[in-house]
């Protein structure tokens, strides 16, 4: 079973940019879909950005042409490039591992991010 560790999250100001890491156990270059979400207070979990074992991205529009997802598979990680960060994308960021054969739907234990002046 894959398991998921993020870290990169903090405070940062309006402006500012982080950088998201998220780390497999086991096996990575054959899962299909690596996905960051993100959930803000009393708001439902929102899918931010994604990634396919081809290389192939997608966004949320809130987000296009800010954030940046990419994946290392040497180093079993997803990476997320957060760049002019606003207080809306004040969330905690979740990295999830999906493949539907055998099926895996796997999610880390999130990774606070906080904008803020």
């Known amino acids: 079973q894959v398991q998921l560790v993020e870290s990169g999250g903090g405070l940062v100001q309006p402006g500012g940019s982080l950088r998201l890491s998220c780390t497999a156990s086991?096996?990575?270059?054959?899962?299909?879909?690596m996905r960051w979400y993100r959930q803000a207070p009393g708001k439902q979990r929102e899918m931010v950005a994604t990634i396919t074992s081809g290389g192939s991205t997608n966004y949320a529009d809130p987000v296009k042409g800010r954030f940046t997802i990419s994946r290392d598979d040497a180093q079993n990680t997803v990476y997320l490039q957060m760049n002019s960060l606003k207080p809306d994308d004040t969330a905690v960021y979740y990295c999830?591992?999906?493949?539907?054969?055998?099926?895996?739907?796997?999610w880390g234990q999130g990774t606070q991010v906080t904008v803020s002046s």
């Open positions: 999830n591992a999906f493949h539907p054969l055998p099926p895996m739907n796997v």
């Open positions: 086991g096996s990575f270059s054959t899962i299909f879909l």
